[in-house]
């Protein structure tokens, strides 16, 4: 049996990743393959207990290792009980980040060392990585503004890592479109300023003669 497909969707806060996360799988659905979706942190019951420590507003924040190492966690888990498992029955899988957030997040903005990072990634991905990466690209403005209609629409309110200063998250755009440059044969970048339709055909553009 062929192994499915593996995609990841990255980028900074209100990128639009979710989006067009759940309209790719309508896509690919639709064009006969089985298909899941998935998210980080998140998709196991550890996955989202994570996600849960993540989100949560506390006084006592966790430093910038220990952060890493509870998305390491939950991502080990994902890969070993979700992801592979289903590759290996021919499914695909969508996942709505995965390890360049690491490298983009807990490197390039909290300034965590990328080469020892990217071993970490490795350990808890046992070298599992995606087969195609969209990165969604979109000025820092606009982003803050989606999130802030999200918030509005679902009536919640920012996280911990959502409110780091403008600095942080410019630095994290900078380093998702560093990381694309380094593996161009596995990186898509998307410009994430145009529509929601718009941004949704570029991407199955690149995907569709796979299909
Ligand atoms: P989101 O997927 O709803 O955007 O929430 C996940 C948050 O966690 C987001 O702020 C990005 C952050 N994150 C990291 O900092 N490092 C990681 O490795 C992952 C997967 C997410």
């Not at 924040?61 to 998305?71: D, G, H, S």
């Not at 959502?162 to 044969?185: D, Q, Y």
Request: aromatic residues 6%.
């Amino acid at each position: 049996m062929r192994r499915g497909l593996f995609i990841s969707l990255e980028g900074g806060e209100g990128c639009g990743k979710s989006t067009q996360a759940s309209r790719l799988k309508s896509s690919i659905e639709s064009a006969g393959y089985k298909v899941i979706l998935t998210r980080e942190p998140g998709g196991t019951w550890l996955g989202e207990q994570v996600r849960r420590l993540i989100k949560d507003q506390s006084d006592d924040i966790p430093c910038a290792r220990a952060e890493t190492l509870l998305f390491l966690a939950a991502r080990a888990q994902l890969v070993e009980k979700v992801i592979r498992p289903a590759l290996e029955e021919g499914v695909w899988v969508i996942s709505d980040r995965f390890s360049d957030s690491t490298l983009a997040y807990q490197g390039y903005g909290r300034g965590l060392d990328l080469e020892e990072l990217a071993k970490a990634n490795d350990f808890a991905c046992s070298s599992l990585k995606p087969d195609i990466t969209f990165l969604l690209d979109a000025e820092l403005e606009e982003s803050v503004n989606r999130r802030l209609e999200r918030e509005k629409k679902l009536n919640s309110s920012a996280d911990r890592i959502e409110l780091e200063g403008k600095e942080f998250h410019s630095r994290l755009r900078e380093g998702f479109k560093e990381l694309a440059a380094k593996e161009p044969a596995r990186f898509t970048v998307i410009d994430a300023n145009a529509s929601i339709d718009e941004v949704q055909e570029r991407i199955w553009t690149r995907l569709k003669p796979l299909v």
